[in-house]
T-cell receptor, first 112, second 116 residues
Framework: AQSVSQHNHHVILSEAASLELGCNYS??????LFWYVQYPGQHLQLLLK??????LVKGIKGFEAEFIKSKFSFNLRKPSVQWSDTAEYFC??????????FGTGTRLKVLA | KAGVTQTPRYLIKTRGQQVTLSCSPI?????VSWYQQTPGQGLQFLFE???????NKGNFPGRFSGRQFSNSRSEMNVSTLELGDSALYLC???????????????FGEGSRLTVL
């Protein structure tokens, strides 16, 4: 069965620190990968997505993610976080079955 | 353009009761999917509908059911509620077509169910 693993459940950073959130999936075929973000009190929204092509994708608010097929990974990065990045981040994968598989989420707290 | 609307936003039920949650997708979106969100479990896929047909379902007991109407609005029902059903139930709509299984999900704010 497909699964998505997010290794960091809680991350605390100071403003201007660099961020990398890990995401690994288990599926051998063609996948589409996503990162969604849930800011406090708001609904989930798309941060970035990978379908094909350049494995380094850029999303909103300075976020980027790199798809490494050989490692089954799609890690999220941001060079310098801001207090407003405090949120919960979810990695998700979909592949030909009309359903998304989400990771358990990573709660990021950025200290001002 | 209005977003995904879920009702009710909050509800409290007791064990053994049943509950029906409603979701109105973004206008023009024909795909609606449902997820259960709990702390530590993330989002668990319940089912996905397209043009009134359930195309896939997750690993939930038969107490969880859903349907989609001709106007793409969707409902999910949970019968014989258990304490463990307490969760945030999220609906998402997508512009996915009949043969397209990818596409951005647009989420509603969810219905928070508490079972006592």
């Amino acid at each position: 069965a497909q699964s998505v693993s997010q290794h960091n459940h809680h991350v605390i950073l100071s403003e201007a620190a660099s961020l990398e959130l890990g995401c690994n999936y288990s599926y051998g075929g063609t996948v589409n990968l996503f990162w969604y973000v849930q800011y406090p009190g708001q609904h989930l929204q798309l941060l970035l997505k990978y379908f094909s092509g350049d494995p380094l994708v850029k999303g909103i608010k300075g976020f980027e993610a790199e798809f490494i097929k050989s490692k089954f990974s799609f890690n999220l990065r941001k060079p310098s976080v801001q207090w407003s990045d405090t949120a919960e981040y979810f990695c998700a994968v979909t592949s030909g079955t009309y359903k998304y598989i989400f990771g358990t989420g990573t709660r990021l707290k950025v200290l001002a | 353009k209005a977003g995904v609307t879920q009702t009710p936003r909050y509800l409290i039920k007791t064990r053994g009761q049943q509950v029906t949650l409603s979701c109105s997708p973004i206008s023009g979106h024909r795909s609606v999917s449902w997820y259960q969100q709990t702390p530590g479990q993330g989002l668990q896929f319940l089912f996905e509908y397209f043009s009134e047909t359930q195309r896939n379902k997750g690993n939930f007991p038969g107490r969880f059911s859903g349907r989609q109407f001709s106007n793409s609005r969707s409902e999910m029902n949970v019968s014989t509620l258990e304490l463990g059903d307490s969760a945030l139930y999220l609906c998402a709509s997508s512009a996915r077509g009949p043969n397209l299984n990818t596409g951005e999900l647009f989420f509603g704010e969810g219905s928070r169910l508490t079972v006592l």
